[in-house]
């Protein structure tokens, strides 16, 4: 195994001396001035930022269809600090209406975009270089529309969403966005 050089953390090596010590972390600047600590995640989370990057740099021109599959730009305002907080997200079309999956890739937690959309379903969207204000309907597991809408989006993501759900005991929540002009 690679030895992994090591520096003081200023303020911890202050504070209780030397053996406070941290790993190292290669920055890496994306396009656009994008940060990225490789060493600390996941080349698949690594990617979806970069494809996030790509997709609101580029005004939504590139980034739409990634990998085969649509996607779009979800803005929440944030719960606790009421800051604009941005995620790309996979689709699935329903009658003018957007769903998109709450999974975080299978984790235990929910995204912390859901969290802001239960506190404020306002929303706006941004789908390829068209933007919209929304309102977002949380689809839980236990409502009937739940497994249409779940057969739709992930047949979209080519069965992803059912790994994903294998991953974790949580039911993991639908997000229908229904855009302003569109309101049923």
């Known amino acids: 195994m690679p030895r992994i050089p090591f520096i003081r953390g200023q303020d911890a090596a202050r504070r209780r001396g030397p053996r406070c ?9 994306l396009p656009h001035g994008i940060r990225a600590y490789p060493a600390a995640m996941s080349i698949s989370s690594a990617f979806l930022r970069l494809h996030q990057a790509v997709y609101e740099r580029t005004g939504g021109r590139l980034g739409h269809r990634l990998v085969g599959v649509p996607s779009l730009i979800l803005r929440t305002t944030g719960r606790r600090t009421g800051r604009t907080r941005v995620a790309a997200l996979v689709y699935g079309s329903d009658e003018g209406r957007y ?7 299978g ?11 239960r506190a404020n379903p306002e929303v706006s ?6 933007r919209a204000a929304a309102r977002a309907r949380i689809v839980e597991a236990d409502d009937a529309d739940y497994p249409r809408l779940w057969r739709l989006v992930n047949e979209v993501n080519h069965g992803r969403y059912d790994g994903y759900q294998k991953l974790t005991a949580r039911p993991i929540a639908l997000v229908l966005l229904t855009p302003a002009a569109a309101e049923h």
Do not use: E, Y
């Open 99 to 105: 769903v998109v999956v709450a999974s975080n890739g």
């Open 21 to 29: 010590l941290k790993p190292a972390l290669a920055v890496v600047t």
């Open 125 to 130: 969207i941004q789908v390829g270089r068209r």
């Open 107 to 117: 984790q235990d937690q929910p995204p912390a975009w859901l969290h802001n959309v």
